[in-house]
Protein backbone atom coordinates (compact mmCIF):
# COMPACT_ATOMS: atom_id res chain seq x y z
CA UNK A 1 0.00 0.00 0.00
CA UNK A 2 1.35 3.41 -1.15
CA UNK A 3 1.85 6.28 2.04
CA UNK A 4 2.29 9.79 1.27
CA UNK A 5 3.45 12.15 3.87
CA UNK A 6 3.97 15.45 3.20
CA UNK A 7 5.85 18.12 5.60
CA UNK A 8 7.42 21.46 5.61
CA UNK A 9 4.49 23.70 5.10
CA UNK A 10 3.99 26.76 7.25
CA UNK A 11 3.16 30.47 7.30
CA UNK A 12 5.74 32.95 5.17
CA UNK A 13 5.76 36.31 4.23
CA UNK A 14 5.36 37.38 0.56
CA UNK A 15 9.12 36.75 -1.26
CA UNK A 16 9.72 34.44 1.34
CA UNK A 17 10.83 30.88 1.06
CA UNK A 18 9.76 27.28 1.66
CA UNK A 19 10.87 23.56 1.41
CA UNK A 20 8.49 21.00 1.16
CA UNK A 21 9.27 17.20 1.22
CA UNK A 22 7.16 14.12 0.64
CA UNK A 23 8.19 10.91 2.24
CA UNK A 24 6.84 8.23 0.64
CA UNK A 25 6.68 4.19 1.05
CA UNK A 26 5.67 1.01 -1.05
CA UNK A 27 5.75 0.62 -4.68
CA UNK A 28 6.16 4.20 -5.56
CA UNK A 29 9.56 4.61 -6.96
CA UNK A 30 8.56 2.53 -9.99
CA UNK A 31 6.39 4.77 -11.48
CA UNK A 32 7.00 7.57 -14.24
CA UNK A 33 7.08 10.31 -12.07
CA UNK A 34 6.27 12.09 -8.80
CA UNK A 35 4.32 14.88 -8.83
CA UNK A 36 3.36 18.19 -6.44
CA UNK A 37 -0.19 19.34 -6.32
CA UNK A 38 -1.85 21.66 -4.46
CA UNK A 39 -5.57 22.89 -3.61
CA UNK A 40 -6.60 26.47 -2.41
CA UNK A 41 -9.61 27.03 -0.45
CA UNK A 42 -12.77 26.88 -3.06
CA UNK A 43 -10.78 25.89 -6.13
CA UNK A 44 -10.05 22.28 -7.20
CA UNK A 45 -6.93 20.77 -7.08
CA UNK A 46 -4.08 22.08 -9.65
CA UNK A 47 -1.12 20.51 -11.02
CA UNK A 48 2.15 22.31 -9.57
CA UNK A 49 5.16 20.41 -10.68
CA UNK A 50 6.78 16.76 -11.67
CA UNK A 51 9.81 15.07 -11.68
CA UNK A 52 10.75 11.78 -13.82
CA UNK A 53 12.41 9.27 -11.96
CA UNK A 54 13.98 7.96 -15.45
CA UNK A 55 16.31 11.12 -15.94
CA UNK A 56 14.98 13.45 -13.29
CA UNK A 57 13.69 15.68 -15.89
CA UNK A 58 10.96 18.18 -14.94
CA UNK A 59 7.94 20.11 -15.68
CA UNK A 60 6.06 23.11 -14.31
CA UNK A 61 2.84 24.43 -14.10
CA UNK A 62 3.07 28.31 -15.46
CA UNK A 63 2.21 29.97 -12.53
CA UNK A 64 5.55 28.11 -10.83
CA UNK A 65 8.10 28.27 -13.47
CA UNK A 66 10.81 29.85 -12.12
CA UNK A 67 9.90 30.13 -8.73
CA UNK A 68 9.81 26.67 -7.63
CA UNK A 69 11.99 23.65 -7.89
CA UNK A 70 11.29 20.09 -7.52
CA UNK A 71 14.03 17.42 -6.65
CA UNK A 72 14.13 14.30 -5.21
CA UNK A 73 16.23 11.67 -3.20
CA UNK A 74 16.02 8.11 -4.09
CA UNK A 75 17.65 6.77 -1.20
CA UNK A 76 15.40 8.58 1.30
CA UNK A 77 12.40 8.01 -0.92
CA UNK A 78 11.59 11.78 -0.62
CA UNK A 79 10.38 13.81 -3.34
CA UNK A 80 11.27 17.85 -2.23
CA UNK A 81 9.62 21.04 -3.91
CA UNK A 82 11.64 23.90 -3.05
CA UNK A 83 9.67 27.17 -3.47
CA UNK A 84 10.94 30.50 -3.37
CA UNK A 85 9.54 34.09 -4.54
CA UNK A 86 6.50 33.13 -2.71
CA UNK A 87 2.70 35.03 -3.53
CA UNK A 88 0.35 35.23 -1.91
CA UNK A 89 -1.76 33.34 -4.69
CA UNK A 90 0.47 30.19 -3.77
CA UNK A 91 -1.27 29.83 -0.74
CA UNK A 92 -2.85 26.28 -0.51
CA UNK A 93 -2.67 22.78 0.53
CA UNK A 94 0.00 20.89 -1.34
CA UNK A 95 -0.12 17.07 -1.62
CA UNK A 96 2.21 14.72 -3.60
CA UNK A 97 1.18 11.46 -5.49
CA UNK A 98 2.30 10.23 -8.69
CA UNK A 99 2.12 11.65 -11.77
CA UNK A 100 1.67 10.57 -15.10
CA UNK A 101 2.03 12.74 -18.46
CA UNK A 102 -0.39 12.85 -21.12
CA UNK A 103 -1.42 15.22 -23.63
CA UNK A 104 0.55 18.25 -21.90
CA UNK A 105 -0.57 17.47 -17.95
CA UNK A 106 0.14 15.78 -15.18
CA UNK A 107 -2.35 13.27 -13.43
CA UNK A 108 -2.33 11.57 -10.53
CA UNK A 109 -1.74 7.90 -9.90
CA UNK A 110 -2.55 6.66 -6.48
CA UNK A 111 -6.38 6.67 -5.23
CA UNK A 112 -4.60 7.79 -1.95
CA UNK A 113 -4.31 11.40 -1.07
CA UNK A 114 -2.17 12.08 2.28
CA UNK A 115 -3.33 15.00 4.72
CA UNK A 116 -0.89 17.38 2.58
CA UNK A 117 0.96 20.37 3.85
CA UNK A 118 -0.93 23.93 4.51
CA UNK A 119 0.97 26.91 2.40
CA UNK A 120 0.06 30.26 3.86
CA UNK A 121 1.68 33.23 2.16
CA UNK A 122 1.08 36.63 3.54
CA UNK A 123 1.00 39.76 1.77
Known amino acids: QVQLVESGGGLVQAGGSLRLSCAASGRTFSNYAMAWFRQAPGKEREFVAAIRWSDSSTKYADSVKGRFTISRDNAKNTVYLQMNSLKPEDTAVYYC????????????????WGQGTQVTVSS
Open 97 to 112: NGGTYDSGNYYPIYDY
